[in-house]
């Protein structure tokens, strides 16, 4: 079979709920990152271009009726160049990237614009049906931003509680101390901020211009370099009170408005772009596990990339693990035994934030980036995923 390569990899700078991203619907920040790949190949005819594969968790609001398609038509590509969009929750857009890969290395493809993204702050209130017409009763509103809602009566509790409740069952179960959860948060600020200050977001993130009165973002906005580990333990736990909570406002990733995006191709993409490639495409893995323990399942993705790829835990120069929350990552990172200072060197969610749809293609271009950056050979991208799920794709840097 033919080999998956990623070719190049940006990302909107992303917004904090509310913030500056607020005011741009999803369907322009994904048409946004469309047009930017494509002005980044100026020998590319667009008409080229296999498939728009796009990732989106919400669905209920501007981003409907297929993300994917109407953000390249909004881009400006040939309305020749289909589209379609996948939701995995928040490992949306690297399983479009996975199902990218695998139509490549099938032959159906040489080349695929993957993406994601998603505006929490637009997020739409929706209401349900009534049973039986003229219904005289009260309607309850539902927030699609995040988390349950319409839940089936039939799920079984445990499965259905909230995503903090479920991770503070996780780290009971494994241990993890509120005092790590907040040293994790400070170190992830810590190399977010260091990060940008050293540029090397400068290839990966592109600026959001002014649009329709809405003023531009250039950075990240929820990166707070002075955060400290007193000022954490000062915050009050938000799913559970008294010595049983730990996971606090500062210890979670934040809602997020953003998109990213990136070329997949095959060894021919080289031409059609008029780029080389940065990394190829080793080996990806799918995982479940209980829907209470989702913030778990990037273990057994992980091993399974791994083996796909055909290297080992010590082959791996790099890992990008989406931090949904601090308890959920230090489980995770526990169960691998690796050395921390290779995980999420640039930052992660905790500080960076966490747009869902966005979030997979974060992790995978930033580690394409810090491959190419440190020239090291093998990294692993994770992501954990609502009611039970994970995900790992393992690249290998194509310049080493």
Same mark, same amino acid.
């Given at each position: +079979?033919?080999?998956?390569?990623?070719?190049?990899?940006?990302?909107?700078?992303?917004?904090?709920l509310?913030?500056?991203?607020?005011?741009?619907?999803?369907?322009?920040?994904?048409?946004?990152?469309?047009?930017?790949?494509?002005?980044?190949?100026?020998g590319?005819?667009?008409?080229?271009?296999?498939?728009?594969?796009?990732?989106?968790?919400?669905?209920?609001?501007?981003?409907?009726?297929?993300?994917?398609? +109407?953000?390249?038509?909004?881009?400006?590509?040939?309305?020749?160049?289909?589209g379609?969009?996948?939701?995995?929750?928040?490992?949306?857009?690297?399983?479009?990237?996975?199902?990218?890969?695998?139509?490549?290395?099938?032959?159906?493809?040489?080349l695929?614009?993957?993406?994601?993204?998603?505006? +929490?702050?637009?997020?739409?209130?929706?209401?349900?049906?009534?049973?039986?017409?003229?219904?005289?009763?009260?309607?309850?509103?539902?927030?699609?931003?995040?988390?349950?809602?319409?839940?089936?009566?039939? +799920?079984?509790?445990?499965?259905?509680?909230?995503?903090?409740?479920?991770?503070?069952?996780?780290?009971?179960?494994?241990?993890?101390?509120?005092?790590r959860?907040?040293?994790f948060?400070?170190?992830?600020?810590?190399?977010?901020?260091?990060?940008?200050?050293?540029?090397?977001?400068?290839?990966?993130?592109?600026?959001?211009?002014?649009?329709?009165?809405?003023?531009?973002?250039?950075?990240?906005?929820?990166?707070?370099?002075?955060?400290?580990?007193?000022?954490?333990?000062?915050?009050?736990?938000?799913f559970?009170?008294?010595?049983?909570?730990?996971?606090?406002?500062?210890?979670?990733?934040?809602?997020?408005?953003?998109?990213?995006?990136?070329?997949?191709?095959?060894?021919?993409?080289?031409?059609?772009?008029?780029?080389?490639?940065?990394?190829?495409?080793?080996?990806?893995?799918?995982?479940?596990?209980?829907?209470?323990?989702?913030?778990?399942?990037?273990?057994?993705?992980?091993?399974?990339?791994?083996?796909?790829?055909?290297?080992?835990?010590?082959?791996?120069?790099?890992?990008?693990?989406?931090?949904a929350?601090?308890?959920?990552?230090?489980?995770?990172?526990?169960?691998?035994?690796?050395?921390?200072?290779?995980?999420?060197?640039?930052?992660?969610?905790?500080?960076?934030?966490?747009?869902?749809?966005?979030?997979?293609?974060?992790?995978?271009?930033?580690?394409?980036?810090?491959?190419q950056?440190?020239?090291?050979?093998?990294?692993?991208a994770?992501?954990?995923?609502?009611?039970?799920?994970?995900?790992?794709?393992?690249?290998?840097?194509?310049?080493?």
């Amino acid at each position: +079979m033919a080999d998956a390569y990623v070719y190049d990899a940006i990302r909107t700078p992303f917004g904090k709920l509310g913030g500056g991203l607020a005011g741009h619907r999803p369907d322009d920040l994904a048409a946004h990152v469309i047009g930017r790949l494509v002005d980044r190949a100026p020998g590319l005819d667009p008409a080229r271009v296999d498939e728009i594969i796009f990732g989106n968790a919400n669905g209920a609001g501007e981003e409907n009726r297929n993300l994917a398609r +109407m953000a390249g038509l909004l881009a400006g590509l040939p309305v020749s160049v289909p589209g379609t969009t996948v939701n995995r929750l928040c490992g949306s857009s690297l399983d479009a990237a996975i199902i990218a890969s695998r139509q490549i290395r099938a032959g159906d493809a040489d080349l695929v614009l993957v993406g994601g993204a998603e505006s +929490m702050s637009r997020a739409p209130w929706v209401v349900a049906k009534t049973e039986r017409p003229y219904s005289s009763g009260n309607l309850e509103t539902y927030n699609t931003a995040l988390g349950w809602r319409l839940v089936n009566p039939t +799920m079984p509790a445990e499965w259905t509680v909230s995503l903090g409740e479920a991770t503070e069952q996780l780290r009971e179960r494994y241990e993890i101390s509120r005092e790590r959860q907040d040293a994790f948060a400070v170190q992830s600020h810590r190399n977010a901020a260091a990060a940008w200050e050293a540029g090397h977001y400068a290839q990966l993130v592109v600026d959001v211009p002014e649009r329709r009165g809405v003023k531009a973002l250039t950075s990240d906005e929820t990166v707070r370099p002075g955060t400290t580990a007193e000022v954490l333990a000062g915050l009050r736990t938000v799913f559970r009170e008294g010595a049983s909570g730990t996971i606090t406002a500062g210890n979670a990733s934040p809602m997020n408005d953003g998109a990213a995006g990136a070329w997949l191709g095959s060894e021919k993409a080289a031409e059609i772009l008029g780029k080389s490639p940065l990394a190829r495409i080793a080996g990806t893995g799918t995982a479940a596990n209980e829907p209470q323990y989702f913030g778990y399942a990037p273990v057994e993705a992980a091993e399974r990339a791994l083996a796909k790829a055909g290297v080992a835990w010590r082959d791996i120069a790099a890992v990008e693990l989406n931090e949904a929350f601090a308890a959920q990552s230090l489980a995770c990172l526990d169960a691998w035994d690796i050395d921390p200072a290779i995980v999420n060197a640039w930052g992660g969610a905790i500080a960076i934030g966490h747009p869902l749809g966005a979030s997979g293609l974060r992790v995978l271009g930033t580690l394409v980036r810090r491959l190419q950056h440190s020239g090291e050979r093998y990294g692993l991208a994770a992501v954990c995923i609502g009611v039970g799920q994970g995900l790992a794709v393992v690249v290998e840097n194509t310049g080493v």
